[in-house]
């Protein structure tokens, strides 16, 4: 299972674009990116998944490169309501074992 | 409601004893996994389950740790003999593999306290 790597805190301000990279440089080639987010004594909640290149959903876009072995999350006009844990995990998900390995995540916050 | 529910949300316990965790997935989800968070950390994988069957009980940390689903859908985990590192939030989480994405579906967990 590819692990990944995140800043473990990050500080930003309101109406900011804020942007997480994240590492996984042992990314196999079934594994896709899937990023979480979790409020404290909430479980965490999916924000966005993608294989390569960039996806964009209602709440964040998700950029990967040509090589895949990085991540970027990006969340525009971020709001106070955005501090939370964001965590970034690689897996493939047609496997029959399917797990994912969650690190310690990164800390955002998002000040007035 | 629609969601994942996690009962109870709180147990407070004295050390050895005896504790269950229920966890009631959302309708038609086939995968359920158990998962255990502590301050500041990233959940902690420890089983999963497709259907009734246990996929994968890797993460289950020793004997002490059980989990059942009888019939598909309720699953409860069970811990003998508690001890005060057990303390922790176990978090259930429910999917539609591998029929879908992947995404996982978490409950609010149950914060579990051993004295």
């Known amino acids: 299972l590819a692990k990944t790597t995140q800043p473990i805190s990050m500080d930003s301000y309101e109406g900011q674009e804020v942007n997480i990279t994240c590492s996984h440089n042992n990314i196999a080639t079934n594994d896709y990116i899937t990023w979480y987010q979790q409020f404290p004594s909430q479980g965490p909640r999916f924000i966005i998944q993608?294989?390569?290149?960039?996806v964009t959903n209602e709440v964040a876009s998700l950029f990967i490169p040509a090589d895949r072995k990085s991540s970027t999350l990006s969340l525009p006009r971020v709001s106070l309501s955005d501090t939370a844990v964001y965590y970034c995990?690689?897996?493939?998900?047609?496997?029959?074992?399917?797990?994912?390995?969650w690190g310690a995540g990164t800390k955002l916050i998002i000040k007035p | 409601g629609a969601g994942v529910s996690q009962t109870p949300s709180n147990k407070v316990t004295e050390k050895g004893k005896y504790v269950e965790l229920r966890c009631d997935p959302i309708?038609?989800?086939?995968?359920l996994y158990w998962y255990r968070q502590s301050l500041g950390q990233g959940p902690e994988f420890l089983i999963y389950f497709q259907g009734t069957g246990a996929a994968d009980d890797s993460g289950l940390p020793n004997d002490r740790f059980f989990a059942v689903r009888p019939e598909g859908s309720v699953s409860t985990l069970k811990i003998q003999r508690t001890e005060r590192g057990d303390s922790a939030v176990y978090l259930c989480a429910s999917s539609l593999r591998p029929q879908n994405t992947g995404e996982l579906f978490f409950g609010e967990g149950s914060r579990l306290t051993v004295l």
């Open positions: 309708s038609g989800h086939t995968a």
């Open positions: 993608g294989y390569k290149t960039k």
């Open positions: 995990l690689v897996g493939d998900i047609g496997a029959s074992n399917y797990q994912l390995i």
